[in-house]
């Protein structure tokens, strides 16, 4: 799916998402910072195959999303305390990601 969401807004913990089908996805803070998908966060493949990054930490306790901003008509950057915000949610990764979680 890559149609914008009709809304995002933060409720408590999480971000809640609208989609225009009507489905709704909600997604914890930290949950959204674990799989952010910036070269920061999961590294950079080079032309030779190396993967280079993607070694920080894994979890992220107590991040908060402090903020965000649409990109386009394609994703939305996320901007949290602990000031990651290079991630950018594409809107079919943000369905991936909430279909993936538990």
């Given at each position: 799916m890559n149609d914008a969401p009709k809304k995002i807004e933060n409720i408590g913990e999480e971000i809640a998402i609208l989609w225009p089908d009507g489905r709704e996805s909600y997604l914890t803070h930290e949950y959204l910072r674990e799989?952010?998908?910036?070269?920061?966060?999961?590294?950079?493949?080079?032309?030779?195959?190396q993967r280079h990054g993607g070694d920080g930490p894994r979890i992220f306790p107590g991040v908060r999303v402090v903020g965000w901003e649409k990109v386009g008509n394609y994703a939305v950057c996320f901007h949290f305390s602990?000031?990651?915000?290079?991630?950018?949610?594409?809107?079919?990764?943000?369905?991936?990601?909430?279909?993936?979680?538990?």
């Open positions: 799989k952010s998908p910036s070269a920061e966060n999961i590294g950079e493949v080079d032309i030779l195959g602990d000031g990651h915000s290079t991630g950018l949610y594409t809107w079919p990764y943000l369905h991936k990601i909430d279909s993936a979680q538990s």
